[in-house]
């Protein structure tokens, strides 16, 4: 994959705490790696939502986090302090790092690396809990995120309750936006609509450069707004972006 990317100047659109993991594998990959932060995240600090969250971990058997961000909005909501009978999920290990400094514990880290695949593990963790206790789940996540969770543990009888504890909002207009073209980019990765919107806000895309989405959803919006869409992720992570890079 090396000499595949090595003539590669990508660009990279997550929020700008995000952003630094990607380019690290980017350019252990041989491209070089560019970050224009197109979307920003605010934590949700309402009462409401904060009595929402308390009251569905009075039943629930797990929560779930599938962002370091989640973690950290939970934690400001609940002043650090989780019910000691609830266990909690995360998605990798920056998540459960997150997770352990804010709440002192993690009890199960998913190996697969995605929403889906902590959905699919944890669907098997309570198979073997039938009987001990309520088959309940809350999912701690953005306000639009993915519904992984309520598609495979739906079905399995499970109740997942979701609360929003931060959303995402594009970046911004800038005047004068960036010309990407004169920075030399030919691939630009968008990882959620927003992203989408931001970028556009945000920069001059070049007509030839290669576009690459995570996902249905952000492919429509990008297409939507007039961009053209090289490649669509199989897998909702970096390595399905690049996996399809022509």
């Given at each position: 994959?090396?000499?595949r990317?090595?003539?590669?100047v990508?660009?990279?659109t997550?929020?700008?705490?995000d952003?630094e ?13 560019l ?13 409401g939502i904060r009595a929402?969250l ?10 779930v986090?599938?962002s370091?961000?989640g973690?950290?909005a ?6 650090d302090r989780?019910p ?9 290990p920056?998540?459960a790092e997150?997770?352990?400094a ?7 880290v ?11 593990e944890?669907?098997?963790l309570?198979?073997l809990?039938?009987?001990a ?9 953005a306000d639009?995120?993915?519904r ?10 499970c109740?997942?309750?979701r609360?929003a504890v931060?959303r995402?909002?594009p970046?911004?207009?800038r005047?004068?936006?960036?010309d ?6 030919n691939t630009?990765l968008?990882?959620s609509p927003?992203a989408?919107?931001?970028?556009l ?5 070049p007509a030839e450069?290669t576009v690459i989405?995570?996902g249905?959803?952000?492919?429509e ?6 961009l053209?869409?090289?490649g669509e992720a199989?897998?909702p992570?970096?390595e ?7």
């Amino acid at each position: 994959m090396t000499g595949r990317l090595a003539d590669r100047v990508i660009l990279v659109t997550r929020a700008a705490e995000d952003a630094e993991p990607w380019i690290e594998t980017i350019r252990s990959r041989g491209a070089r790696a560019l970050s224009l932060p197109c979307i920003a995240t605010e934590n949700f600090v309402d009462a409401g939502i904060r009595a929402t969250l308390v009251a569905g971990l009075e039943t629930a058997s797990w929560i779930v986090f599938t962002s370091r961000r989640g973690v950290a909005a939970t934690a400001d909501l609940l002043e650090d302090r989780m019910p000691a009978g609830v266990r909690i999920a995360v998605v990798g290990p920056s998540t459960a790092e997150e997770a352990e400094a804010r709440f002192g514990r993690t009890n199960f880290v998913s190996a697969g690396g995605t929403g889906r695949a902590l959905a699919h593990e944890l669907a098997g963790l309570l198979a073997l809990d039938a009987g001990a206790g309520p088959r309940c789940v809350l999912v701690a996540a953005a306000d639009r995120g993915r519904r992984d969770l309520e598609e495979v543990l739906g079905p399995a009888g499970c109740e997942v309750l979701r609360v929003a504890v931060y959303r995402t909002v594009p970046a911004p207009p800038r005047t004068p936006r960036v010309d990407l073209g004169a920075l030399g980019v030919n691939t630009i990765l968008l990882a959620s609509p927003s992203a989408v919107e931001g970028l556009l806000n945000q920069a001059e895309v070049p007509a030839e450069a290669t576009v690459i989405s995570i996902g249905p959803s952000t492919t429509e919006a990008a297409r939507a707004s007039g961009l053209e869409v090289a490649g669509e992720a199989p897998r909702p992570d970096l390595e399905g972006l690049l996996e399809v890079i022509p």
